[in-house]
């Protein structure tokens, strides 16, 4: 008995003595708990009652939502780098597609993002001063460029009149 193939196991929902074959291997490199015979029931009764499981996970979600929360919270505590990496790597992969929808929310939405926008500015004076005020302190550099190219772009205008 050399490899893993000349091992009996032993099912874990059957209790059967099976022999595993080239489709008992998962991804992973190990082997499954339960023969093929219990892991196709299984699959027939997933595909069979859906709606039913559904309702199970439906009535357990709600049951728990503090549970849940909580453990997504840790989740993302946790991995917070590898959540960064995969959001990045997504964006990378489907700029297009979210540029496309982001510019048509806007188009569809032009009047609720600009009230949103003066209703924000309306409730946050004091914090967008201070953050200008922190801004000019912060980058002189910019500031007086930015002057100067407006200075330059009006003097122009007005030797075009």
């Known amino acids: 008995m050399n490899s893993?193939?000349?091992l009996k196991h032993i099912c874990s929902q059957c209790k059967k003595d099976?022999?595993?074959d080239i489709?008992?291997?998962k991804k992973s490199g190990g082997i499954y708990k339960t023969c093929s015979g219990?892991?196709?029931?299984?699959r027939?009764?997933?595909d069979n009652n859906k709606d039913k499981i559904k309702g199970y996970w439906k009535k357990y979600q709600d049951n728990n939502k503090d549970k849940i929360k909580e453990q997504k919270k840790q989740y993302q505590d946790n991995n917070k780098d590898k959540i960064k990496e995969r959001k990045k790597e997504y964006y990378d992969n489907n700029k297009d597609k979210i540029r496309e929808r982001k510019k048509e929310y806007y188009d569809n939405n032009k009047d609720k993002i600009r009230e949103q926008r003066k209703q924000y500015r309306?409730?946050?004076k004091d914090k967008i001063r201070e953050y200008r005020k922190n801004y000019k302190k912060s980058n002189p550099d910019i500031i007086r460029e930015q002057k100067r190219r407006y200075r330059?772009?009006?003097k122009k205008l007005k030797e075009q009149l």
């Open 4 to 6: 893993h193939t000349d």
């Open 122 to 124: 309306d409730n946050n």
């Open 152 to 154: 330059d772009k009006k």
């Open 38 to 42: 219990c892991r196709d029931r299984q």
């Open 18 to 20: 099976w022999k595993p």
């Open 23 to 25: 489709n008992d291997y």
């Open 44 to 46: 027939d009764y997933r």
